[in-house]
């Protein structure tokens, strides 16, 4: 079996019928694709039945893609059965190194050899979870965020024997069903956004601990400050509108430089490159327009 374009995919199989698996196989509903599932576990297609139900609605808000159905789940326990003739393959299993090795190994005897397999892991690196799969240049890892079915940030990590024809296709693919990926320069353990999560509470918990302020107010001081304008503008736009008309020079100049030595430069240059002829003007009435759109839509909590 020949691997198609990324834009010509058809079928996909979802091993996992978790609630990142369901969100997948939901997702994957929405954009007008046949989904074959699979999943061991007692009673597996009841629960992912419920949770695809239970997602469902909020996808037709989004908007779904012609040809959605509900009725394109297909659900087998036969994992065999499940990869024999996928075009795409989205491991959603447990987060356990030994359970995804000891599944890559299964699936890649039972799949098309072009086939990719792409894992849903948060942490571990392609190189190990592909260490017993056969043919090991088409494994990856496709990290998504939970809802699977709506955050559309999904993080591709090549091993070591994954080719760039297959980061490239299964990038494209991503992004061909709507999802905004992105693709690591390389291999590290909990990728990109997990771990500047982690930095961010890491250092929460560390004004707990000094008596600073409590949880409660770690959510406070995210929700209503840098959470909002990072939302659509991420932490490195937001520095260079921190610097004023001057941008992320005048921020360099006036606050001085903490990074890594002579990284500074690399950031301006970066800054410049994706602004692009973009005024300041334009960005802080694009950041006012977005803010104002998001401060009049936010729901409390129930």
Not at 32 to 61: F, H, S
Not at 106 to 129: E, M, Q, W
Request: proline share 5%; glycine share 10%.
């Amino acid at each position: 079996m020949t691997r198609p374009a990324a834009t010509e995919v058809k079928h996909v199989t979802c091993v996992g019928a978790g609630t990142i698996g369901a969100g997948w196989a939901a997702y994957f509903l929405a954009r007008g694709l046949d989904v074959v599932a699979t999943d061991p576990g007692p009673d597996a297609e009841m629960r992912m039945r419920k949770n695809i139900e239970g997602a469902w609605p909020k996808l037709e808000i989004l908007g779904l893609s012609d040809g959605a159905s509900l009725d394109r789940l297909h659900f087998t326990a036969d994992l065999a059965a499940a990869v024999g003739e996928a075009q795409f393959i989205q491991e959603s299993a447990p987060d356990y190194e030994e359970l995804k090795i000891e599944l890559f190994e299964n699936i890649g005897a039972h799949a098309p050899a072009d086939t990719v397999i792409s894992s849903s892991s948060s942490k571990f690196l392609p190189t190990r979870l592909a260490s017993r799969c056969a043919n090991p240049q088409r494994c990856v890892i496709g990290h998504p965020f939970v809802p699977s079915y709506l955050v559309p940030l999904v993080e591709v990590v090549g091993g070591q024997q994954t080719t760039d024809e297959v980061m490239t296709w299964t990038t494209a693919f991503y992004n061909a069903v709507g999802k905004k990926a992105l693709r690591l320069k390389k291999e590290i353990d909990a990728y990109v956004a997990n771990r500047l999560q982690h930095v961010v509470f890491g250092e929460a918990a560390q004004l707990v601990a000094d008596g600073v302020c409590d949880f409660e107010d770690i959510d406070t001081a995210m929700r209503y400050g840098p959470g909002m304008r990072w939302a659509f503008a991420g932490p490195v736009l937001c520095y260079h509108m921190g610097g004023g008309k001057g941008g992320i020079r005048h921020m360099i100049d006036h606050f001085g430089w903490g990074g890594p030595q002579g990284q500074d430069k690399t950031l301006i240059e970066a800054v410049d490159e994706y602004v692009g002829d973009t005024s300041m003007d334009e960005l802080e009435q694009w950041r006012d327009d977005n803010l104002l759109t998001m401060l009049k839509h936010f729901k409390p909590m129930p």
